[in-house]
């Protein structure tokens, strides 16, 4: 994984989540006392726009970091810092399928079922990511003797 991967995954990341838990706090957790208000604070509906326009950009990232780390660390059989990466990468599908079931379902029963859905997977990529991130400064991570490549050559 290059250092460019490692810093847009991260920043990517870090933006998801602040957007996301500000969004959720704005959203849900506020309250106005405008009656004919849309929104409860006035940076709620920036909140998601940024959120919305920031996690394509994330998929996209995830997907080079599959073909440049994930894979090549499997097929290769190296195992350091695999678990916390597993946890990450098992929440990916429910996160970002919940996301666009948010988006299109009409029923509230299912929207909400979707939003906890969201809720519970960011958390747990997010935990998952930070786990993987700690091995990693901590020196518990893959040795370079025998160890995948890291530079696969993109970006």
Same mark, same amino acid.
């Given at each position: ?9 991260n920043?990517?990341?870090v ?15 506020m ?28 998929? #996209?990232?995830?997907?080079?970091v ?31 399928? !919940?996301?666009? #079931?948010? $988006?299109?379902l ?5 929207v ?8 519970? !997977? !960011?958390?747990? #990529? ?6 993987? $991130? ?10 370079k ?11």
């Amino acid at each position: 994984m290059t250092a460019l991967q490692r810093l847009l995954l991260n920043s990517t990341a870090v933006v998801l989540t602040v957007t996301g838990a500000l969004f959720a706090w704005m959203k849900y957790f506020m309250t106005t006392d405008d009656p004919f208000a849309v929104a409860n604070h006035p940076w709620q509906p920036y909140m998601l726009d940024v959120h919305v326009i920031v996690a394509p950009i994330a998929l #996209f990232v995830i997907g080079v970091v599959w073909a440049t780390h994930v894979k090549p660390k499997h097929e290769s059989g190296t195992k350091p810092r695999r678990k916390t990466g597993l946890v990450a990468l098992w929440a990916i599908a429910p996160m970002v399928l !919940s996301a666009y #079931f948010m $988006q299109v379902l009409t029923n509230e029963r299912l929207v909400e079922a979707m939003r906890v859905i969201h809720w519970v !997977s !960011s958390a747990i #990529f997010v935990a998952g990511l930070l786990a993987h $991130q700690l091995v990693r400064m901590n020196g518990n991570g893959a040795a370079k003797s025998g160890a995948v490549a890291e530079d696969r050559g993109v970006w």
